[in-house]
Structures are given as structure tokens and as C-alpha cells.
């Protein structure tokens, strides 16, 4: 181990150290080629107008997909891929995608949308994956006594959610690589030797020990118990009620300070009467697997006892219904609006990646930070559905004005009809807060939805915005766009009108 750090250059290193103080410098195959990779640029903050800064379009975490079969280009234009080939898709063009190969030459071109699929779940096969746990619990559970010198595990990057980390246990010390990735998205320890998959990445290194200066032998010993026993059960006097925020599906919300973190927090409460427990912990166990930044984090519960606290991050803004509403909301410009759309099509992406319907995104259900982060909320409703669709008691009470209609008459609730409330979202988002079909009863919306007709552009709404939310409400599920194409058509308008805008 000493001699990787001792062959590095001393300079180097105090870059590396100042770049990355948690993470070693690893060394490459060829020590006369040390090259320090680029860190990503901390994005820019810059005015876009009034006092409400918006940071620069960023780099968006590529997706990784597989070519379903063989493909033969047919033109310049084209790209020829084999079965199994991985893509990184750079975006859709009408029946094509526009998709960069990350294996061999690295050619990009179009190939047919249908022979590409988005690989889910990539690394749930394998046992060194562990997913979400920081830094510290990783040590923790390397040093256990179950494992030896060369087990090791990899996890999501703490400060970049699209990156991993190495951690990996020598000579009785944890030892933390980071994994980045390139525009790509390869990925890569050092950006001398770039991998398709992570897979491949952790299989090289595990034959080429000396490349990282540890030995990657075998996937930490799964605890289960240490796991089982994370303690989201908290002691209720940990928590100081200090403000009510309002009344929200289940019972009252609260501002309150957990003063054994030392940090304000949110707080659900169960009304007491209310019958439909079952409800309530399922939306806190679905809460308690998902962790994505563009989706309300659980922290912790205290469910012995009345009334049961959820405790999650608390959202300086409240929600975006309210934000538009607020004097802040309405110096909005489009830039700030459609950014913030951005980042609410990227948390329910990790939804629909997962196959969970939220099936109560609006406004009201997205709730906002400090530099007009978006993150959505209340999962009350969602289910991991087997079969693309879930079918609704018939009984549940159904938000109409933001629910497709295959879901509002028939119960045909799916992530395609998630979207068709996405468009109506972006609807209440570029009219600063308008109700959608004021004015119009329950009836009378799915009446004049029945006729093919839809909401009409709000006024000053860019054509290009009111484009997408009329794709959203394609009459036919399969033909609304996915969270990730909305993200990425959001990003490009964004980036766009971004570079047009700003006052600098
Ligand atoms: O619009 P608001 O101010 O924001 O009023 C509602 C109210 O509670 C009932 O839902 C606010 N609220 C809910 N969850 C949070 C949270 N995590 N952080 C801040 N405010 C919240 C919401």
C-alpha cells in the first residue's frame, strides 16, 4: 500500500489530497503515466433575472444501455451495434436514439429506439454491491469480524450521486477509491483505464491488484443484523415540536428540531383516529428504501406510541404549490420553473426505474429547498407493482384534475399515467399555481378529456414546454414519454434558454 502512495509525485498528491481529502490517490499500471483525473466543476451559480439564481445546466448522469440485437448501419448517420453492445443514449430522435458506444471505438450514431433497452437494476446482482450506506458504516461493516484483509464492497459516492466508492479493507484499515465517470459515462479509478460497467471495473482490479494498491478478494460479509437493526426508531424526546406547517394526508405536519442531530427536521403526525394505519406504514416502508436527492428522505420514526411521527428532511419552502403562490413564486422566470421540472422528472425517473407508481404528483406533492430544489414527496400512495399496472380499490379517493383517465375511470394506475400528472405539474408550474380546469367540475374534466380535448398553454409558457405536456397527455399510455426523456428534453430547453438569458 505504502509503495502506491510513495511512487505518486508529492505534488500531485497535495492536488489529489486537496481535490479529493477523503479519497487515496490510486496508482496506475504504468507509473510514468500518472494522470489526475478531472473533478467535475462545482456548477456555477449565475443570475438569470430578479434576485433567484439558478445554477448552469449540468452534466447529466448517463444512463447505461444494452443493444437488444444486431444492428447493421445503413448510412453515415448509423450506428452498427452487435446484441449485448453498451450504449450510453445521448437522446432521442423520433423512432431513433442518438447513442454512443462504450465499449471499443467509442463510435456514436443513430440506431432504431426499439433495438435499445435501459439496463434496470444493474448492480443488484452483485454481493459486493451495498448501495447507499456512507462512508462510516462501510468501515464499519469491513472492520466486523466476519471479514478479513481483501474484502471490500462498493457504494454510492456521499457527494456525487451518479458515482461510486471503492471501500476496501487491508492491513486492518478501510481504505476508499472513488469510481467516476466520464461524459460518457464509463467508468473509471483512474482515467487512464475506463470500464463499460462496474462490473468490469471491480473484475480488473480484483486481477490487478498492485493497479490499485489493495487486494479486492472477496464482497464483504452481508450483516444482516446490523442492517436490520438501523436504528430509524428514534426516542420521541428527541424531537422538540416547534412550528405546525399545515395539514397534510394523514395528519399534521411540523417543523420540529431533533436535538440529538442538532438539525431542524419535518414531522408527520398519525391522527390519532385515523383508520388507515396500514396505509401509513406502508408509505414508511416504501420511504425507508428509496434514496434518491430529487425524492423527501425519510430520517427517522417514532412509531411507539400516539400520535406515530415520520421524520424526514425538512424543506425550507414548503411545498411547490405553495412556493408559486408565494411572492418569491411569482418572480419565476421559465428558466427557474423549467429547471426546477428537471429535477422532479429525475426523482420520479428513480421511480419509474423501479417500477413504482407515485400516482398523486402535483404541485401540492413537491416540496421545495433553498436554491429551488425540488424534491417530491408522499409515497402514501405508491406500490411496487409486479405487472406494469396496478389495479385501485375502486373506492380510493382519486385526485381527477391530475389523473389520466385510464386511471381515473378504470383504476389503471401505471408510471405512464405518473407522466400524464407530470404534464399536468409542469401546467400548474408554468401558470405560477392556476388550478388546472378552474372552474370545471370532476365530471366535466374527464368529459372534455373524453373529447381529445386538453388544457390549453398558459400564458407565457415557451411552445416547447407546452409541447411536452401535450405528449404527456397522449390519450394512449404507451405513447407518453419516460422520466428520463423528460428530464432530458427539460435539460436541453433549459440549457438553452439559459445561455440566451442570463444577465452575467
Ligand atoms: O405548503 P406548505 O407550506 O408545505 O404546507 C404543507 C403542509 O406541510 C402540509 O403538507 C408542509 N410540509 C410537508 N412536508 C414538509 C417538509 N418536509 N418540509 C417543509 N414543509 C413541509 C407543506
Redesign the pocket.
Known amino acids: 500500500m505504502e509503495n502506491c502512495c510513495r511512487s505518486c509525485c508529492p505534488c500531485l498528491k497535495r492536488l489529489w489530497n486537496w481535490i479529493w481529502p477523503d479519497v487515496r490517490y490510486p496508482s496506475v499500471p504504468n507509473n510514468n503515466h500518472l494522470v489526475i483525473a478531472n473533478p467535475a466543476h462545482a456548477s456555477e451559480i449565475r443570475t438569470v433575472s430578479g434576485d433567484i439564481r439558478v445554477p448552469s445546466p449540468q452534466k447529466r448522469p448517463v444512463q447505461l444501455y444494452a443493444a437488444l440485437f444486431d444492428f447493421e448501419a445503413r448510412s453515415d448517420e448509423e450506428l452498427s451495434v452487435r446484441e449485448g453492445d453498451k450504449l450510453s443514449v445521448i437522446e432521442k430522435r423520433g423512432e431513433y436514439v442518438l447513442a454512443t458506444k462504450l465499449t471499443g471505438s467509442r463510435q456514436s450514431g443513430l440506431i432504431p429506439a426499439n433495438y435499445v433497452a435501459l439496463l434496470q437494476d444493474e448492480f443488484a446482482k452483485h454481493k459486493w454491491y451495498y448501495g447507499n450506506i456512507n462512508r462510516s458504516k462501510a468501515e464499519k461493516l469491513l472492520l466486523a469480524s466476519q471479514n478479513k484483509d481483501g474484502a471490500f464492497l462498493v457504494r454510492i459516492s456521499e457527494s456525487h450521486s451518479d458515482e461510486y466508492t471503492i471501500s476496501a479493507r487491508s492491513e486492518d484499515k478501510v481504505f476508499h477509491f472513488r469510481i467516476q465517470r466520464s461524459v460518457i459515462g464509463a467508468y473509471f479509478v483512474s482515467d487512464k483505464l475506463s470500464f463499460a460497467t462496474l462490473g468490469e471495473l471491480i473484475s480488473y482490479y480484483q486481477k490487478n491488484p498492485r493497479c490499485l494498491g489493495v487486494n479486492l478478494v472477496d464482497p464483504c460479509v452481508q450483516q444482516r443484523e446490523l442492517f436490520d437493526m438501523e436504528s430509524w426508531e428514534r426516542p420521541r424526546e428527541e424531537f422538540q415540536l416547534v412550528r405546525r406547517?399545515?395539514?397534510?394526508h394523514f395528519g399534521e405536519?411540523w417543523?420540529a428540531f431533533w436535538t440529538k442531530e442538532k438539525k431542524k427536521v419535518?414531522i408527520?403526525t398519525l391522527k390519532q383516529e385515523d383508520t388507515k394505519q396500514d396505509e401509513f406504514v406502508k408509505e414508511v416502508q416504501a420511504l425507508k428504501s428509496l434514496h434518491h436527492p430529487k425524492l423527501?428522505q425519510l430520517l427517522a420514526m417514532c412509531s411507539r406510541g400516539e400520535p406515530v411521527y415520520i421524520v424526514?428532511?425538512?424543506?425550507?419552502k414548503?411545498?411547490l404549490?405553495?412556493?408559486l403562490a408565494s411572492p418569491e413564486g411569482h418572480l419565476l422566470t421559465s428558466a427557474h420553473l423549467i429547471y426546477m421540472g428537471s429535477q422532479i422528472a429525475d426523482g420520479m425517473g428513480y421511480l419509474e426505474d423501479r417500477s413504482i407508481v407515485h400516482r398523486d404528483l402535483a404541485a401540492?406533492n413537491v416540496?421545495v429547498g433553498d436554491h429551488l430544489v425540488c424534491k417530491v414527496?408522499d409515497f402514501g400512495l405508491a406500490r411496487i407493482i409486479k405487472d406494469s399496472v396496478y389495479k385501485a380499490s375502486r373506492t380510493t379517493k382519486i385526485p381527477v384534475r391530475w389523473t389520466a383517465p385510464e386511471a381515473a375511470l378504470h383504476q389503471r394506475f401505471s408510471v405512464k399515467s405518473d407522466v400524464w400528472s407530470f404534464g399536468v405539474l409542469l401546467f400548474e408550474m408554468m401558470s405560477h399555481g392556476k388550478m388546472p380546469y378552474e372552474g370545471k367540475s370532476n365530471k366535466e374534466v374527464l368529459d372534455i378529456l373524453s373529447s381529445g380535448l386538453r388544457l390549453s398553454c398558459p400564458p407565457r409558457c415557451p411552445q416547447n414546454i407546452y409541447r411536452i405536456m401535450l405528449d404527456c397527455w397522449a390519450a394512449e399510455p404507451s405513447k407518453r414519454p419516460s422520466f428520463h426523456a423528460l428530464q432530458s428534453q427539460l435539460d436541453a430547453i433549459y440549457a438553452k434558454i439559459y445561455s440566451k438569458t442570463v444577465e452575467v
Open positions: 406547517l399545515g395539514e397534510g405536519v417543523e419535518a408527520k423527501i424526514t428532511e425538512l424543506m425550507s414548503g411545498s404549490k405553495s412556493y401540492r416540496l414527496a
